[in-house]
């Protein structure tokens, strides 16, 4: 598809990226992006998709570049840390995510700062890699519900697969790129949360609307795959993040 111009103005260093890393997907992938129709053309909303693949993130947002609408990303504030790494993520304005501090709600805050600039907010849900054993989306931490509520912003729900051929879950190199791998990306009709909106602080209301959210997600990602998901997603078990992360 042609690419569609980015109206909403963007730090030189976004610009700078989209022009170098772009022409790289372009050259190792193919493409079918489908259900752009769903993404609004202007104002701020919320994108959430499942996450199986280390460089998911790109092909999330060349497919959301490529629509017109440059994500801004909530990321692991670790990656904050690296040097150059980090100094590069701020200046493109993505945001950290401080999980289990006393620092935590301050990604909401920022996110809910950047949805009324207009912005495009990018989450992945479950947090971090899933842990299913055949890459179906797992249970989600409930952030995207309670970003969602606390800002009234439109949830955008995204699936996606074939990242897993560019770099599989856990891999150290890349897979065969000369077969330039297909990726599917696919966006769907907001998610309805209209009737928990006013329980913005109850918990139990995050926690549906994340559901809602992953269960649109999962339809999505199971349309992709043309198969059928499991009956209930995946629950990490405690301490398993930490052993993949440090493997």
């Known amino acids: 598809m042609k690419r569609r111009p980015i109206t909403q103005k963007l730090p030189w260093s976004y610009d700078l990226v989209i022009g170098v890393v772009r022409p790289v997907l372009l050259a190792i992938t193919r493409r079918e992006w489908t259900g752009g129709e ?3 053309p202007e104002g701020g909303f919320i994108v959430a998709s499942n996450h199986y693949s280390e460089v998911d993130p790109f092909m999330l947002g060349h497919y959301l570049v490529d629509h017109g609408r440059a994500p801004f990303f909530l990321a692991k504030s670790a990656l904050f840390e690296v040097p150059v790494v980090g100094a590069a993520l701020r200046h493109l304005q993505q945001v950290p995510v401080y999980r289990a501090t006393s620092r935590a709600g301050d990604a909401l805050v920022e996110a809910e700062k950047a949805l009324r600039e207009g912005k495009c907010v990018a989450i992945m849900p479950e947090g971090t890699l899933t842990r299913d054993p055949d890459l179906w989306p797992m249970r989600a931490r409930p952030g995207v519900g ?15 697969w074939g990242a897993q051929e560019v770099l599989a879950r856990y891999a150290r ?8 791998p297909v990726q599917k990306v696919k966006a769907g009709p907001p998610v309805d949360l209209s009737d ?38 995946y629950v990490m078990k405690p301490g398993e993040q930490d052993r993949k992360e440090r493997s």
């Open 196 to 233: 928990l909106l006013d329980r913005a602080d109850d918990p139990r209301a995050q926690i549906e609307a994340t559901a809602r959210v992953m269960k649109a997600i999962t339809a999505l990602v199971a349309e992709l795959r043309g198969e059928t998901p499991p009956d209930r997603p």
């Open 146 to 160: 309670r970003l969602a509520l606390a800002s009234g912003a439109p949830v955008i729900p995204v699936g996606q």
């Open 38 to 40: 769903h993404l609004p």
């Open 173 to 180: 190199r890349p897979g065969n790129l000369l077969k330039r």
